[in-house]
């Protein structure tokens, strides 16, 4: 069946690289083009602008007596799409035919989507080009685009090539009349997803040989350093900080992490160390500075604000996020946390108002710090402060800093001249083996997970104080364990280049890991046994 012309670009990939529109009509003219009478899009493998591409697409009109469209690549832009603009495909009349009839002549005239249209002149309309698109936010280095799009896309990290417009006017722009000037469109020639830079484990593996990842110290100094200076914690937390980065997905959704510790025991030098690998095209969120609306999507107005959360891509990182917690009215605590709740979940979502509407969902993983809010220095205290929202921090992995973590960060202080220098890496090389860990999935002996799951949850069954804990525990944190297995899996494999086989090790890594976390809550474990 013969696709139509509307629903469909044909592709030219003859090598054009002039931006002289007659040049550009008589390389097209050389071939044979089916249906000259029917309107269609031509993308073409050249970086010409749109005002050299309307001119082509007038010169085509004038010399056949059809429509075509053009779409170059002039733009190249690499970020992450966060949210779809509206649920169906929107339709858009991106050219339209008008004679304007005077006395003496009658005029044809072809007029663009983004042109302004005087009524009082712009004659009669007796023919149009109506193609539909899908219509997405995409954000790349700290900027909004709107992109138009034939194909459906998904919400992730992509390379994107287009032709870039700026609307100044509204007119013949049906259903979005209310998208922002400020925001500049791109009409979309192709669109690529994250590509896995490995196709084997063995090339893999080759690859991490070659940049010395293999050797744990020189992960260690890569991953915790900050601008060349690495920056030592105590090894067990930085065991526990890299198994949540390469930790993967467990039942749809990664595992989160938030920190709780005192003013200057390096929570903001891990977080900035991590930022500075992660190539995100957000900063770090401020949670001394910010309200927590700015976390999650805003439709006060016409043009959706997406939020800190859907804007991140790889990662989330959040600075004093309890502060941000703590500015929202306590009687609506619950609600704002519950819409957290299904952006951590990584669920796709309809979101919106009454003003607007988009979909979207969350595809990076947070790690929140924060300094301990007034009365929760230990897990029991945070849990009862913040019992109404105990279902958002049952999807968090809580970690407290203690004493002798701050006494180990303190001391490296007084020895700032003896800080040792970070292990260099090139960022895209990181981020290679990064991807290709996120798109392994580890398989876990469910039976052997529940061992640990149900020993570490015994340590929270003999004392009543930690009933609270105990819930909070028992509702999210088989999946955390099976995150964090994941993540000690790849750690181990990536620093002893074998394969991603789960060994016995690896379940009493998780054991002794889980039990520093508890340990950080307040619960004593000595000899295996609780002390009351």
């Known amino acids: 069946m013969k696709k139509s012309p509307l629903n469909f670009a044909k592709e030219r990939t003859n090598g054009l690289i002039t931006d002289d529109p007659h040049d550009i009509i008589e390389e097209l003219q050389l071939e044979s083009i089916d249906n000259l009478k029917e309107k269609s899009i031509e993308k ?31 733009k190249k832009l690499k970020g992450k799409i966060t949210n779809k603009e509206f649920e169906n495909l929107q339709q858009i009349s991106i050219l339209k035919e008008s004679i304007i009839e005077t006395e003496a002549t009658t005029e044809h005239k072809l007029s663009f989507f983004d042109e302004k249209v005087d009524k009082r002149t712009a004659g009669h309309i007796v023919d149009s080009f109506d193609v539909e698109f899908w219509v997405y936010k995409f ?224 595809t990076s993983k947070m790690m929140a710090v924060t300094n301990p809010v007034f009365g929760t220095k230990q897990m029991t205290s945070l ?46 090389n990181f981020l290679a083996v990064y991807d290709y860990l996120m798109s392994k999935d580890i398989k876990i002996n469910n039976d052997r997970l529940k061992k640990v799951f149900n020993k570490i949850q015994s340590y929270l069954s003999y004392r009543e104080d930690y009933s609270l804990i105990k819930d909070m525990f028992d509702a999210r944190y088989y999946h955390h364990l099976q995150c964090l297995l994941d993540g000690i899996v790849k750690r181990r494999s990536l620093m002893n280049c074998e394969n991603f086989i789960i060994k016995e090790k690896d379940y009493l890594e998780l054991e002794k890991l889980t039990k520093l976390v508890l340990e950080s809550w307040g619960v004593e474990i000595i000899d295996n046994k609780v002390v009351k």
Not at 219 to 226: A, G, T, W
Request: glycine share 6%.
């Open 44 to 74: 073409l493998d050249t970086k010409a602008g749109w005002d050299i591409l309307k001119k082509a697409s007038k010169k085509y009109y004038h010399a056949h007596d059809t429509f075509r469209f053009f779409i170059s690549k002039e």
């Open 139 to 362: 954000r790349s280095d700290n900027r909004e685009y709107i992109i138009l799009s034939q194909e459906e896309l998904d919400l992730e990290e992509y390379t994107l090539e287009g032709t870039q417009i700026h609307l100044t006017d509204y007119a013949d722009v049906g259903k979005y009349s209310k998208l922002s000037l400020k925001i500049p469109i791109i009409i979309l020639h192709t669109a690529k997803k994250r590509i896995i830079k490995f196709k084997t484990d063995e090339e893999f593996f080759k690859q991490v040989q070659k940049l010395k990842l293999n050797n744990e110290d020189n992960l260690r100094k890569f991953i915790f350093s900050q601008e060349g200076t690495y920056y030592q914690s105590p090894k067990l937390y930085e065991d526990l900080v890299m198994s949540w980065l390469f930790s993967g997905k467990k039942k749809g959704y990664p595992l989160h992490l938030m920190i709780i510790g005192d003013a200057g025991s390096g929570k903001s030098t891990t977080t900035e160390s991590l930022y500075e690998k992660s190539s995100e095209n957000v900063g770090i969120f401020e949670g001394t500075t910010s309200t927590f609306k700015e976390l999650i999507p805003s439709f006060k107005t016409s043009s959706p604000k997406v939020g800190y959360m859907l804007e991140s891509n790889r990662f989330c990182f959040c600075d004093e996020f309890l502060r941000v917690l703590m500015r929202v009215d306590k009687d609506d605590r619950t609600n704002q946390l519950t819409f957290l709740n299904t952006l951590l979940e990584h669920k796709k979502r309809r979101m919106g108002s009454g003003n607007c509407s988009f979909e979207g969902n969350m």
């Open 383 to 428: 849990v009862h402060k913040f019992e109404e929202s105990i279902t958002f921090l049952s999807r968090i992995l809580i970690f407290y800093q203690d004493k002798e973590h701050i006494k180990f960060v303190n001391k490296l202080k007084e020895d700032e001249g003896n800080l040792q220098k970070g292990f260099e890496l090139d960022l895209s």
